[in-house]
Every structure is written in structure tokens, then in C-alpha cells.
């Protein structure tokens, strides 16, 4: 069985990892615009590197919790893809095989001229720091105001799975919230979240089954219910 599993903020927030809408969340003490957008990086370099080398730096601390590890164990039973809106490793570390990052990688950075120059990079990043083109490294991350490249790879997923399991997001940036519309009509779609807000293109299916409560506990549920599938 084909299964696309899309996952946000909300399935590393029980590893340590702030979401960030939630109260306490990240938008709530740094200006998005300011640090996660094109128009930010072009206003106050600095500011944005600081932001990302503590995130990077954060990634050291945390480990994958139970939610990645049984995301992992689905692997051995179907050919699922991971494709996360999340810039941390956690999914990798949980040992899931095939992982499309919509929004980038905390742990890549690349030239400032082109998406073709991208490196390995596990420490802070600093003005200076130049790619091999000459020209300056910034986080391989995607920030507003910028395309999302790696949509293309991952709409085909979607649209040729049986189902579709939603972990932890808001469902309200796009163009990734939007990725559930390319759903068959009758694949099954089960969103897990602490506070599910279904969007519209998630209220239409009529084969959506909403799994509310922390990823931890949802998500190694919904495994164990659907590993066997389609086996005889
Ligand atoms: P949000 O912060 O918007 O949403 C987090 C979701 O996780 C919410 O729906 C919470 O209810 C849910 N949640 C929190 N704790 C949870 C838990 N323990 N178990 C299950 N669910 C939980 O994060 P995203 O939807 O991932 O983009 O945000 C999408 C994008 O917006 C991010 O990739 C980032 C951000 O701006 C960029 O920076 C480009």
C-alpha cells in the first residue's frame, strides 16, 4: 500500500522543539518577517543567522520521540513518504527512509545565488561564510515570500497513495496545507492533531477520520491499526 504522511510542527513539539502558532510558540517572541522571510534576510542578515544557528544548535538536544520511531516502523510494512514542513532531522533520526522537506533542512545551507550550491553544515553560520561560488551561504531553509521547489516532488506522492496521514500542522500555510487536495477521492485521510483545525480541502474529503491528542499517542495508534493492511 502507498501512504503519503504529512507532518508539522506538532510531531516534534514532544521532543523539545517549539511549534509555531501555539501559545508559547515561536511566532509569538520573533517577528516572522523579520526572521523568516526573503524581505528579512535582505534587512538584517545577522538577525536571521542568529535565528537559525540557535535552532541548529537546538537540534543537538532533542532526540525523536515515539511518534517518528512508529512513523519508521511503517516502513517495513508499506512504501510510505515522510513529506514534512519541518526543518528538523528528527524524522531521519527516527529512521524513516524516504523524507521530502518541503521547507528546508536546519542542518543544509547553501548560496545565496543558487538552490544548486548546497552543503552539509552543523554549525553556526556567519556573514563571510561563502559557498564555493563566492558568494554568501544562508540557511537552506524556504522563507515566506519564496517558491517551495520541492512541492513538485511531493504532489505525485500524494495523489498516488491510498492514504494520507496529516501529524501536527495547522493546515494554514500554503502551498503545503494545500497538498491534501491532491488526494484520490478514495484514499483515507486521518488527521492527527492536539487541536485539529481541518482546513477546506480537508473538510471535503468524506473519508477523513480525525484522531485528536499528542502525536505520541496517536500516532503509534494508527500504526498498529493499519501496519497489517493489505496483508493476507
Ligand atoms: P503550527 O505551529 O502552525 O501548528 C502546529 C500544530 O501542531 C497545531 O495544529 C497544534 O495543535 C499541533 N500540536 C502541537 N503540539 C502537538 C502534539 N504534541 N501532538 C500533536 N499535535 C500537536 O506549525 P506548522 O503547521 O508546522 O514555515 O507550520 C507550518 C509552517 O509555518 C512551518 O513549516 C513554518 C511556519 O511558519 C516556515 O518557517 C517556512
Redesign the pocket.
Known amino acids: 500500500m502507498k501512504i503519503s504522511v504529512l507532518t508539522?510542527?506538532?510531531?516534534s513539539?514532544?521532543s523539545g522543539i517549539k511549534?509555531?502558532?501555539?501559545s508559547g510558540?515561536l511566532?509569538e517572541d520573533h517577528d516572522?518577517m523579520e526572521v523568516?522571510s526573503i524581505q528579512g534576510w535582505h534587512k538584517n542578515q545577522s538577525l536571521v543567522l542568529d535565528f537559525y544557528n540557535k535552532r541548529r544548535m537546538q537540534l543537538k538536544d532533542v532526540v525523536p520521540n515515539l511518534a517518528h520511531k512508529a512513523l519508521a516502523e511503517l516502513d517495513k510494512y508499506h512504501d510510505v513518504t515522510i513529506i514534512t514542513?519541518?526543518v528538523d532531522d528528527l524524522h531521519e533520526r527516527g529512521g524513516s527512509k524516504n523524507i521530502i522537506h518541503l521547507?528546508g533542512e536546519l542542518n543544509k545551507v547553501r548560496s545565496v545565488a543558487t538552490h544548486r550550491l548546497v552543503y552539509d553544515w552543523d554549525k553556526d553560520l556567519q556573514l563571510g561564510d561563502m559557498a564555493e561560488d563566492g558568494h554568501q551561504l544562508r540557511p537552506h531553509?524556504?522563507?515566506?515570500g519564496e517558491a517551495v521547489p520541492m512541492l513538485d516532488e511531493a504532489i505525485p506522492h500524494i495523489e498516488n497513495s491510498d492514504k494520507l496521514i496529516i501529524?501536527?500542522?495547522?493546515?494554514?500555510?500554503y502551498p503545503?496545507a494545500g497538498l491534501c487536495g491532491y488526494a484520490k477521492e478514495q484514499s483515507e485521510i486521518y488527521y492527527?492533531?492536539?487541536?485539529p483545525?481541518p482546513n477546506h480541502e480537508l473538510t471535503r474529503n468524506k473519508k477523513l477520520e480525525i484522531l485528536k491528542g499528542?502525536?505520541?499517542e496517536q500516532v503509534p495508534l494508527l500504526v498498529e491499526r493499519i501496519k497489517k493492511e493489505g496483508f493476507s
Open positions: 508539522g510542527a506538532g510531531i513539539a514532544e511549534t509555531f502558532r501555539d510558540g511566532w516572522v523568516a514542513q519541518n521547507h531553509i524556504v522563507w515566506f501529524i501536527g500542522t495547522s493546515m494554514q500555510v503545503a492527527c492533531d492536539l487541536d483545525q499528542p502525536a505520541t
